[in-house]
């Protein structure tokens, strides 16, 4: 009796070593595959051995926790629509802060309203350093000709100095030469803080710095600390100074003031509630950022994002759902991703526990990005590199729709860096490698493909679907689908 008895304890055991195995490999890795998804399902269907143990794992067994195909919407997807919002907005460059902003604001706003949508304009105070006053005098003589201060840090001060070329300004090329002198710098891909830090710290008194591109803005972003006069030049003006430079001893004045001034910039928030009746207690977001960079009309950055969500919320509205969806614009993402960072500070907690998707879309029209790859190049991008249900759901969707699963890779950059670093599934939708109009005064509506925005909000509007649409039950409470797809990791250029 005794050994029937243990035996049979031993079988029960095997039985739930095998299934509690399975569930490892399923459920908690949501990211690898069909495979899962058999697993799944055979798991939860009704005549297999595992039904006796049910109650004690009803969670994981579940197969209704499981989603199981896209809900496509391709079909109402209008990419006229979404052109007439990029033609708006990028008739005017929308830096935070400024009167273009508000204008998109006001008209993004408008858009939701007249599609029924309770809307929220969120302020929020951003800080930045207004140009007063900038000169350069090369040999006491004025430079003419486009010339501009930095942004991001006080670059006030009169100084004048023998001018020293250090390159690139990388480490290596700073020497002791440059102390108590004006540095003269040339752009390239390293961050103007890095620059202006590494000849700080031998001691540079101001800097001019020139473009490396012979067309290409030369408005640019310095840090706190970077506080010493700093003025940029055109790539023509700065070869200019090189030869004179190399010719004898140049002497150059900058006279440069800013002012710290505070303004607001704000988030546009769109809510849709399911019904009572039928609703998960889930919230979905699809947001894009309306901020462009000053000097730049950003109809790819990121008015098409903009365009995206407001053509998105069109399409919800006329659907009947059970998760919350939150259409967001934010502002000031261009300053350091401050609207967003905002937002995601300022959710109650209970709200930010029931956020279980933040679909990010910046950069998603351009003709010229995307290269030769599937699916206009779209690829999704996570700050720390790992699948979530949002990459997962992203996959599916352009595999259903276009039969290419589109990769992920890691960055951040964008509004998902927020929502990431609180633990809510979170990705960058973008094409790559990117147009040479990025943050350029040339980022206009002429380079927007009406093919790639429809392409961005068939996937991104379906994968929405299918987590919102009442025919889909609730996402598993540990955040996790198997991936309905298998898609790769791609260290993509940009
Ligand atoms: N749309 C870009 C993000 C981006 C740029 C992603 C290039 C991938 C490649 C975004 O608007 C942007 O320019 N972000 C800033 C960072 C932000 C923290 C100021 C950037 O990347 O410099
Ligand atoms: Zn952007």
């Known amino acids: 009796m005794l050994r029937r008895k243990s035996l049979y304890g031993i079988l029960v055991l095997g039985i739930f070593i095998v299934i509690g195995s399975l569930y490892f490999f399923t459920d908690n890795q949501p990211n690898t595959s069909e495979k899962n998804m058999s697993v799944n399902k055979e798991v939860g269907s009704d005549n297999n051995t595992v039904g006796e143990n049910e109650d004690n794992n009803s969670k994981e067994v579940n197969h209704e926790n499981i989603i ?9 997807v209008n990419a006229d629509n979404m052109y007439e ?16 902003e508000k204008r998109a604001v006001d008209y993004i706003e408008s858009q939701f309203k007249s599609l029924g949508y309770e809307t ?5 105070p951003i800080e930045y350093y207004k140009e007063i006053r900038k000169a350069i005098t090369i040999n006491d003589k004025p430079l003419e000709g486009d010339i501009r201060t930095l942004f991001g840090s006080n670059v006030s001060g009169k100084v004048k100095g023998e001018l020293v070329h250090v390159g690139k300004a990388t480490v290596s090329e700073v020497g002791e030469e440059v102390k108590g002198k004006i540095a003269l710098i ?8 890095e620059k202006i830090s590494n000849v700080m710290n031998k001691g540079a008194i101001g800097a001019i710095m020139y473009n490396d591109q012979p067309n290409g803005s030369f408005n640019g972003m310095v840090k706190d600390g970077n506080d010493i006069p700093i003025i940029t030049i055109s790539r023509d003006q700065g070869q200019k100074l090189v030869d004179q430079v190399e010719k004898g001893t140049v002497i150059a004045s900058l006279d440069v003031e800013v002012e710290k001034v505070t303004t607001p910039s704000y988030n546009v ?3 849709m509630k399911p019904d009572n009746s039928n609703n998960t207690g889930q919230i979905v977001t699809v947001g894009a950022h309306h901020d462009s960079v000053p000097g730049g009309p950003g109809a790819n950055d990121d008015a098409s994002g903009v365009s995206a969500v407001l053509e998105l919320a069109r399409i919800f509205s006329q659907k009947s759902i059970d ?11 261009e300053k350091g991703l401050i609207g967003s960072t905002y937002y995601v ?3 109650p907690s209970e709200e930010k526990s029931k956020i279980i998707a933040h679909f990010q879309m910046d950069m998603v029209g351009a ?7 599937p699916a206009g190049g779209l690829i999704m991008f996570t700050p720390d590199g790992r699948k979530n249900l949002v990459t997962d759901l992203g996959a599916a969707a352009s595999k259903n729709i276009f039969s290419e699963a589109i990769p992920y890779g890691e960055l951040g950059r964008s509004d998902h860096q927020p929502f990431h670093d609180v633990g809510i599934p979170a990705a960058l939708f973008i094409h790559a490698p990117l147009e040479p109009d990025y943050h350029q005064p040339t980022d206009t509506i002429d380079k927007i493909s009406k093919e790639k925005l429809q392409q961005v909000a068939e996937i991104i509007g379906s994968a929405v679907l299918t987590i919102a649409s009442p025919e889909t039950p609730a996402i598993a409470e540990d955040k996790a689908v198997p991936a309905l797809v298998e898609y790769e990791y791609e260290n993509r250029a940009l």
Do not use: D, W
């Open 323 to 333: 998760t919350e969806l939150r259409f967001i614009t934010f502002g000031a993402e």
């Open 269 to 271: 928030i769109a809510t």
């Open 345 to 347: 500070n300022n959710l």
């Open 367 to 373: 003709a010229a990005a995307g290269g030769q790859n």
């Open 120 to 124: 929220t304009i969120q302020e929020f």
């Open 68 to 76: 199981k195909e896209i809900i496509n919407i391709s079909e109402e």
């Open 85 to 100: 919002t990029v033609t708006y907005l990028a008739e005017q460059p929308r830096a935070a802060g400024t009167e273009g």
């Open 186 to 193: 040339e752009n390239s891909a390293r961050p103007y803080y």
